[in-house]
């Protein structure tokens, strides 16, 4: 359901009954984890998240390892801020 390398893939799942009997598959929300920096990047008006994700992390879908290093939840608060936390390498 998720791609390979999505923060999501190796989440898990619960059912959840609705209120008129159905149920419904859901994703656990991972917890967040906040890694070991490289640095921080300035970004410079236009940046997005996926090329300075691609230029750091050379997986333009990890953009979301630059919200967990930002302490962000969602891409959208982190494309605000000035100054995005770069990873450190995973081992």
């Known amino acids: 359901m998720f791609f390979p390398g999505s923060r999501y893939a190796d989440a898990g799942t619960y059912t959840v009954e609705k209120p008129d009997g159905t149920t419904v598959v859901a994703t656990r ?31 333009a879908t990890a953009f979301w390892r630059l919200c967990e290093a930002s302490g962000t939840v969602a891409p959208d608060a982190l494309a605000a801020r000035e100054l995005v936390a770069i990873p450190a390498e995973e081992r």
């Open 29 to 59: 929300i991972p917890l967040a984890r906040r890694p070991a920096l490289r640095g921080y990047h300035r970004r410079l008006d236009g940046q997005r998240l996926d090329h300075i994700a691609n230029h750091y992390l050379r997986d």
